[in-house]
């Protein structure tokens, strides 16, 4: 498969010019492909083919646009000079960013990756990058839609001067070239452009040759029992005196920096060595999906019997990076783009707790024969026992129903409230309540004529 970066910004991003650069670096791994176009010439016209529109075909192209009355496009014979252990890169419009996803469909054996240049904020940048010329201005709204897709939808978005651009460009190319974990030089150069990592902190050294330390962030939720021997759960500020994290106890606490994740960069991270030999222990999911933005989150548990001190800006993740086999569409759950521990929480807790509660009525459901024996059918038969003769009594049958009824509502309350009563509302947990007990009045109802 032949991979083929397209370059993606508004117009006086940089983008020619980074070709430009890239061409005069001589790097063999990247080959500077020509667009074809039928507009106008312009001046320093640059890695533009000009076609003639009455002999266009499109069948001759890779993919190809309309942007008013002109076709831009990429011939095949482009895609042809690629050679082994090398990537393609040119322009691409974001006006026509939602055709790129079609025109993958139609080219299985191509793969492209979209590489947003994030150089201008504000028109009035634009209008400066141009040279007040009106003609290469974006529309205002256009504008604001172009710079959604560069900097939410692309691969990969770069920002940084013309010399960091290109050794970013160039680090990419050889990821894809060579995959693997990212390590080295490509490790370096990612950091301190932002990628992977927002603000990562290597001054002295701080990554490592394969990996960056993450530390430990301004936030963190722990769970302790009150005097009624209740839960008390909140979310407290490590600031400069840190977290203690008792013997045997729990936290759940964020990193201070911000994954930065490309679609084609997988994250897997652990504790340190030295936490692990004090005895806290990591209880998480361990990947970090290709797109992801956010902070990380972990629950750290300690095993030891001594108490265990966090300060802010401590390291205690560890976090290595690898490509994927091919790009992913990238993390769209809902804890993108969410900087804190409790904005990630509530997401979770927003999108899922209708569903917990589910969960736990499907459960009792499929565990009705392990309930009905440890505690539903010693009851009925009890109930039975007592009733005798009785059981053709419809008056009987009530009072027995309602009274497993009660039990079973007290059962609820000890099982259930505990856990839902705090988080839920009181109508959801009464909802989940109704159904178990209708469920076990039936069940008893059926056990009784059965007798």
Not at 286 to 299: E, H, M, S
Not at 316 to 327: D, E, G, K, M, R
Request: contains cysteine.
């Amino acid at each position: 498969m032949k991979t083929v970066f397209l370059l993606i910004g508004v117009r006086g991003a940089g983008k020619t010019t980074l070709l430009k650069n890239l061409k005069n670096d001589n790097d063999s791994s990247i080959y500077v492909m020509s667009s074809s176009t039928t507009r106008t010439p312009r001046d320093n016209d640059a890695f533009i083919i000009h076609e003639n529109i009455d002999a266009w075909n499109n069948d001759d192209f890779v993919y190809h646009i309309s942007i008013g009355n002109n076709k831009y496009g990429l011939r095949k014979s482009e895609i042809d000079k690629i050679q082994n252990s090398q990537i393609g890169i040119t322009l691409y419009s974001p006006s026509s960013f939602s055709q790129i996803a079609e025109d993958q469909k139609k080219n299985p054996n191509i793969q492209f990756i979209t590489i947003g240049i994030d150089t201008i904020d504000t028109i009035e940048e634009q209008r400066n990058r141009v040279n007040n010329d009106d003609s290469r201005l974006d529309i205002p709204d256009n504008f604001a839609e172009y710079l959604e897709i560069i900097r939410n939808q692309c691969s990969i978005t770069l920002k940084g001067k013309e010399s960091a651009l290109v050794d970013q460009v160039k680090t990419i190319a050889n990821l894809f070239i060579h995959g693997g974990v990212v390590a080295g030089k490509d490790l370096e150069v990612l950091l301190k452009n932002n990628q992977l990592v927002n603000s990562a902190i290597i001054d002295n050294k701080k990554y490592e040759c394969a990996s960056y330390n993450f530390h430990v962030g301004d936030q963190y939720f722990f769970v302790e029992k009150n005097e009624d021997g209740l839960q008390n759960k909140r979310f407290e500020l490590t600031e400069t005196k840190g977290v203690t994290i008792n013997p045997y106890t729990y936290i759940i606490i964020q990193t201070k920096e911000i994954m930065n994740l490309p679609t084609f960069i997988v994250g897997n991270f652990d504790l340190t060595v030295k936490l692990f030999h004090h005895g806290l222990i990591l209880s998480a999911s361990t990947q970090i999906d290709p797109g992801y933005r956010g902070a990380l989150t972990c629950l750290l548990y300690n095993t030891s019997d001594q108490p265990i001190n966090l300060r802010q800006n401590d390291t205690f993740l560890t976090v290595q990076y690898t490509t994927t086999t091919c790009n992913t569409k990238g993390y769209c759950g809902t804890r993108k783009d969410k900087n804190k521990l409790n904005e990630q929480i509530l997401a979770d807790s927003q999108g899922h707790s209708t569903s917990d509660l589910n969960k736990a009525v499907n459960f009792y459901k499929k565990a009705k024969i392990t309930l009905w024996a440890s505690v539903i059918i010693p009851v009925v038969v009890a109930l039975l026992s007592f009733a005798g003769n009785l059981v053709g009594s419809k008056h009987e049958v009530e009072k027995y129903k309602n009274g497993l009824d009660d039990y079973k509502a007290e059962v609820i309350s000890e099982e259930f409230k505990q856990e839902f009563y705090q988080t839920f509302k009181q109508d959801v947990y009464q909802e989940l309540k109704t159904e178990i007990s209708a469920e076990v009045k039936q069940a008893v109802t059926i056990e009784i004529h059965q007798q």
